[in-house]
T-cell receptor, first 110, second 113 residues
Framework: DAKTTQPNSMESNEEEPVHLPCNHS???????IHWYRQLPSQGPEYVIH???SNVNNRMASLAIAEDRKSSTLILHRATLRDAAVYYC???????????FGQGTTLQVKP | DTEVTQTPKHLVMGMTNKKSLKCEQH?????MYWYKQKAKKPPELMFV???????INESVPSRFSPECPNSSLLNLHLHALQPEDSALYLC????????????FGSGTRLTVV
């Protein structure tokens, strides 16, 4: 299972942009890059995913490096409700398995 | 309906009991999953069902027995569990096993006494 590396924790100020980095140097050509977040006492929530091109949706943007060995999740204006554990995951292109790593705990300060 | 519903939300069971966890989705997803999450740890994949057939078992002990009666329902039957099996059990679904994001339920908090 391909592995990802994320910082253990990050802090942000409310209403400022947040850039959450993820390294995945062993990514294979068929692996999709997925991001999920988990708020306290809830199940994980899908945020965004992509393969090669940058992606935008109502929640966030995903910037993927040209060599695909790293990616960045961008929250454009952090709110207190964005405080969560953010998981960057490589979804195995052959099996579809989603294997979680340790994630980044994001704190948002008012 | 864009939700995965898990019941019960909380369950306390003795080591000799038999119980079942239930998961339901009506999004037309054809892949469903069970994950286990211990406190302060990431979710761990247990089982994958694709088109109602078990496709992946991540070496889970036989005291956990999954069942997929139809495309909307997923059960996890529990028997002779140990206290270390206490955890949050999460169900998820996706369009297929290879496509789409996962939608997770809120989980069942299981305590084995």
């Amino acid at each position: 299972d391909a592995k990802t590396t994320q910082p253990n924790s990050m802090e942000s100020n409310e209403e400022e942009p947040v850039h959450l980095p993820c390294n995945h140097s062993t990514i294979s050509g068929t692996d999709y890059i997925h991001w999920y977040r988990q708020l306290p006492s809830q199940g994980p929530e899908y945020v965004i995913h992509g393969l090669t091109s940058n992606v935008n949706n109502r929640m966030a943007s995903l910037a993927i490096a040209e060599d695909r060995k790293s990616s960045t999740l961008i929250l454009h204006r952090a709110t207190l409700r964005d405080a969560a554990v953010y998981y960057c995951i490589l979804r195995d292109g052959n099996t579809g398995k989603l294997i979680f790593g340790q994630g980044t705990t994001l704190q948002v300060k008012p | 309906d864009t939700e995965v519903t898990q019941t019960p939300k909380h369950l306390v069971m003795g080591m000799t009991n038999k119980k079942s966890l239930k998961c339901e989705q009506h999004m037309g997803h054809r892949a469903m999953y069970w994950y286990k999450q211990k406190a302060k740890k990431p979710p761990e994949l247990m089982f994958v069902y694709s088109y109602e057939k078990l496709s992946i078992n991540e070496s889970v002990p036989s005291r956990f027995s999954p069942e997929c009666p139809n495309s909307s329902l997923l059960n996890l039957h529990l028997h002779a569990l140990q206290p270390e099996d206490s955890a949050l059990y999460l169900c998820a679904s996706s369009r297929t096993a290879l496509a789409g994001g996962y939608t997770f339920g809120s989980g069942t908090r299981l305590t084995v006494v």
